[in-house]
């Protein structure tokens, strides 16, 4: 039983991601966002529990990037296009499943790179693509707001956030022994994580959670801008 903890937190993770799929084919954005984001508490649970029962193993791993794809690259994917990007008919559709080959990729980059990359994540970590999505759907839906008003910034904004996935921008762990974190871009994080926060008051829960990993995912940008001008 032991053995098999990790593995259950792990079909947790696919499981939410099946229910956030199901959700948005029935129309319902909140839960489908709702169900990647509890996906994410999974997917974090699975590791931590696998390392504190000595019990890791190259089967758990390999479950584990099996089921992101699912919960982080295709059920954000379907979310973004059911919610938004089908009313850009064939850029939509290209937008979407850009999503899903970009998590594909990020997946197999960081699964080859695990002995090589250290200190860092080459790219925007595939739970963090799939909760800027889910997040930012949650707030548009509980403020009501449909961002196909605002032209191609909604499908441009889905294609960067799966280039991020693919880049080579270092996002640092934050164990201490990796890529160094400058002030500046600290300073940059704090003021956007504020301002986001600031303007959307009326929506608490949807708010913080684009507030953090939209921040999460500039602020990767920023201190690896600062890190080559400092070079």
Excluded at 54 to 62: I, L, N
Excluded at 96 to 103: K, N, P
Excluded at 187 to 199: E, S, T
């Amino acid at each position: 039983m032991r053995r098999m903890l990790p593995n259950i937190c792990t079909a947790a993770n696919l499981f939410f991601g099946m229910c956030s799929i199901l959700a948005t084919y029935e129309g319902n954005f909140f839960y489908g966002s709702i169900f990647i984001l509890l996906a994410l508490i999974a997917d974090g649970l699975d590791g931590r529990v696998a390392r504190a029962l000595g019990v890791a193993s190259e089967f758990g791993k390999e479950m584990d990037s099996l089921c992101d794809l699912g919960s982080f690259g295709i059920a954000p994917a379907f979310l973004a296009y059911s919610f938004c990007l089908h009313n850009f008919g064939t850029v939509g559709k290209v937008a979407a499943i850009i999503f899903a080959l970009c998590g594909m990729w990020r997946l197999a980059r960081f699964n080859v790179n695990t002995n090589v990359v250290h200190g860092f994540f080459m790219g925007l970590a595939i739970p963090a693509g799939g909760c800027i999505v889910a997040s930012t759907t949650l707030l548009f839906d509980e403020l009501s707001i449909r961002p196909e008003n605002f032209g191609m910034v909604y499908p441009i904004t889905i294609i960067i956030v799966a280039y991020l996935m693919v880049s080579h921008v270092h996002y640092p762990d934050f164990k201490g022994d990796g890529e160094k974190i400058f002030l500046a871009a600290k300073i940059l994080a704090l003021l956007m994580f504020a301002a986001i926060i600031f303007f959307t008051l009326q929506a608490p829960v949807g708010g913080i959670l684009t507030a953090i990993f939209s921040t999460y995912a500039v602020f990767g940008i920023v201190n690896s801008l600062i890190t080559l001008m400092t070079r």
